[in-house]
């Protein structure tokens, strides 16, 4: 406190400060350096506060923000083909949030994620790549389905023919059908000189050799590498 009877006028030293009238006329200097500089410490407080108060919101609200499951079953050529095991499932969810999961023993991955347009990706060895779109909106059980690859190494089988025995005379025209290793259907018929080019996927293939005159024969053939092999049809009865 700082009276008029002692000093007068205020002070040059406190001209600056924030000058309040005191109930007996004296002068009553609150230490507030600069009228100006307080209110934009005031106005950079409040804009903080105002950020923060924001982020806290947008955290809150992503945090309490509705999460749904898709059960995903992914099959093989086709959706009612056999399961497949150990097929990579990455893709985003409806907000952008990354996921990643792989099928188990019995071909299914769950995966979970906000609703909206899920990004998809399927990847398995052998299996063509597989890329889509799905508008997940509920908890829910789907399904998808990979091709075998084209691109899987093949093997050529020269299939020679004969009649009675394998040092038997050969047999033209025999129709042979079957599959490879992958399953894919083959078939071909034998030339002049008793012999047929049957390629496919290395495994083991199955046969079937039909002429008439002559009994059907059905066989299993391990197939690893391109090589000549050979098999005999006997007589009908």
Request: a negative charge.
């Amino acid at each position: 406190m700082i009276s008029r009877s002692q000093y007068g006028d205020a002070p040059k030293a406190l001209r600056n400060s924030e000058e309040l009238c005191s109930p007996d006329g004296g002068y009553q200097f609150i230490k507030f350096a600069d009228r100006k500089l307080k209110g934009e410490i005031d106005m950079k407080i409040a804009y903080y506060l105002t950020a923060l108060l924001i982020l806290s919101s947008m955290a809150l609200s992503a945090s309490c923000q509705e999460q749904i499951s898709l059960t995903i079953n992914v099959h093989e050529e086709a959706l009612d083909g056999p399961l497949l095991s150990e097929v990579l499932i990455t893709g985003s969810d409806g907000t952008g949030n990354e996921f990643a999961g792989v099928t188990d023993s019995d071909g299914v991955a769950v995966i979970s994620g906000t609703p909206g347009t899920w990004q998809f990706s399927f990847q398995k060895d052998g299996y063509d790549d597989l890329n889509l779109q799905y508008d997940a909106t509920e908890n829910e059980e789907t399904a998808a389905y990979l091709e075998k690859s084209s691109g899987a190494e093949q093997v050529a089988l020269a299939v020679y023919v004969l009649e009675g025995s394998l040092d038997g005379p050969i047999l033209s025209d025999v129709q042979i059908t079957g599959q490879d290793g992958d399953g894919n259907e083959f078939s071909g018929t034998t030339n002049s000189t008793g012999v047929a080019i049957i390629s496919g996927i290395p495994g083991t293939w199955q046969f079937a050799f039909q002429k008439a005159g002559y009994d059907s024969l059905y066989l299993q053939y391990n197939a690893t590498q391109s090589e000549e092999a050979a098999a005999y049809l006997e007589k009908a009865d």
